[in-house]
């Protein structure tokens, strides 16, 4: 199982700010769904080391709470990818 969940709290704004943020940090959104009503947002980030990360991003209006969702060759990464978020978000 190649994919790791974390819970990021305190997020501030809608989807489409959380998504703007990211595209800033060369994090990109490939898809953005709304699920019974949760937004999903897809991401998607290369590191230097040229491993690619994917990502979900599960945002629910009015919940100050999302939670991401990450899937990679490399889970080892993930800790410093949680982290990152948090900083962003």
Partial sequence: ANELQHTIPNVLGTADT???KMTLNNIYT???RNVEGQDMLYQSLKLTN???????????????EATLSLKSRTVEVA????QAYESII
Avoid: D, S
Avoid at 51 to 61: A, D, F, G, R, T
Avoid at 79 to 82: E, G, H, L, P
């Fill in 18 to 20: 959380v998504a703007q």
């Fill in 30 to 32: 490939i898809a953005k």
């Fill in 50 to 64: 040229n491993i690619w990360v994917l990502l979900e991003l599960k945002l629910q209006p009015g919940n100050p």
């Fill in 79 to 82: 800790t410093c990818i949680f």
